[in-house]
């Protein structure tokens, strides 16, 4: 099962410009966590945010989540080439024996 | 430190074939998760192993187990394989059995049933 969705589902902007990503989930959560997947390789880790936070930065990165509509934005800000990648979410939901849950990512191209 | 690794990195099987897939986890990791990518999807959880046991199953059919050994290291073996089984698989090692601790990933195995 997917909890979360990603929305769009692809994004293409050019190099310099802000991405946003979104993502919703259905049931209440420990944290959300997202991770990054370039072309068949495996997904690499990129930031958490616990259920108690609202907003958390990384870098180029700055996610935010707000639970009581149940979303998180995932924002890249001066995209550069090397950003193009799958990017998912992915929430540890409270309960259940299923562990950290999947959504469908957004493809994000950046054009150099 | 040494990240996740699978093998084989490719794989071709035939239906009804049985098949298993390798993971050595990251050193000082004890806990192993197995996830399923078909094309244009997001990863969907198999199962989990800690300490040598299954902590968690996601919603596949018995003729996927798994093991973790001693050392962490991890198989993933699949009965009867089906064409719908044709997928990236991936391995994730972390530190604790909870979701809070973000996952380590492998590169995957493709496996192509045909």
């Known amino acids: 099962s997917q909890q979360g969705e990603e929305d769009p589902q692809a994004l293409s902007i050019q190099e310099g410009e802000n991405a946003t990503m979104n993502c919703s989930y259905k049931t209440s959560i420990n944290n959300l966590q997202w991770y990054r997947q370039n072309s068949g390789r495996g997904l690499v880790h990129l930031i958490l945010?616990?259920?108690?936070?609202r907003e958390k930065h990384s870098g180029r990165l700055r996610v935010t989540l707000d639970t009581s509509k149940k979303s998180s934005s995932l924002l890249i800000t001066a995209s550069r080439a090397a950003d193009t990648a799958s990017y998912f979410c992915a929430t540890d939901a409270t309960g259940g024996s299923e562990k950290l849950v999947f959504g469908k990512g957004t493809k994000l191209t950046v054009n150099p | 430190e040494t990240g996740v690794t699978q093998s084989p990195t490719h794989l071709i099987k035939t239906r009804g074939q049985q098949v298993t897939l390798r993971c050595s986890s990251q050193s000082g990791h004890n806990t192993v998760s197995w996830y399923q990518q078909a094309l244009g999807q997001g990863p969907q959880f198999i199962f989990q192993?800690?300490?040598?046991?299954?902590?968690g199953r996601g919603n596949f059919p018995p003729r996927f187990s798994g093991l973790q050994f001693p050392n962490y290291s991890s198989e993933l073996n699949v009965n009867a394989l089906e064409l719908d089984d044709s997928a990236l698989y991936l391995c994730?090692?972390?530190?604790?059995?909870?979701?809070?601790?973000?996952?380590?990933f492998g590169n995957g195995t493709r496996l192509t049933v045909t």
């Open positions: 945010i616990r259920s108690n936070e």
């Open positions: 994730a090692s972390s530190l604790v059995d909870r979701g809070n601790s973000p996952l380590h």
């Open positions: 192993y800690y300490r040598e046991e299954e902590n």
